[in-house]
């Protein structure tokens, strides 16, 4: 994240939104790159990503008392359920360890030193963009959506960069 040290509100070149005070730095790259002309105008689907990527923290922050209560258990999540099982099944000092965790598990994300809270906060926060994106369906319906469609994100929203 780049913080903007400017004293005025910038604003979307595409949408037109107030641009939050700490960009991403893809988003603050890429300002920097319009307003010095080294980029002009892109395509429809690169402005669409790059307004998609300055709401999706506002989206997210919107998010924080429901992911919080997740994490406190006063929430169900199934993503959490199934953490919480595997550290019973495997024991919290082996989660400790990424190597055995990965062997035990290698089908699922390792999120690193963020640990465990980050391997349920992360598709339950997928699920509900999803659900909003889709008109509030359901969450169960949104985890079904996440799921058929990892080929196509891959797909539409690739990184030049893997």
Not at 39 to 62: D, G, M
Not at 65 to 89: M, T
């Amino acid at each position: 994240m780049v913080k903007n040290d400017q004293d005025k509100n910038i604003e979307c070149p595409y949408c037109g939104e107030t641009l939050p005070n700490l960009l991403p730095s893809k988003v603050s790259e890429y300002l920097n790159d319009i307003s010095t002309g080294t980029k002009s105008a892109r395509t429809i689907v690169e402005q669409y990503e790059f307004c998609l990527v300055h709401k999706l923290s506002n989206r997210i922050t919107e998010l924080k008392s429901d992911l919080l209560k997740i994490i406190k258990g006063q929430r169900h999540s199934e993503f959490r359920v199934d953490a919480v099982k595997r550290i019973q099944e495997i024991g919290k000092s082996k989660v400790g360890h990424p190597l055995l965790y990965q062997i035990n598990y290698f089908e699922s994300f390792q999120p690193g030193y963020y640990g465990p809270k980050v391997q349920v906060l992360v598709p339950e926060t997928a699920i509900r963009l999803i659900a909003e994106d889709l008109g509030g369906i359901p969450l169960d319906m949104a985890k079904n959506v996440m799921n058929d469609s990892v080929e196509f994100g891959f797909y539409v929203h690739k990184d030049s960069n893997t």
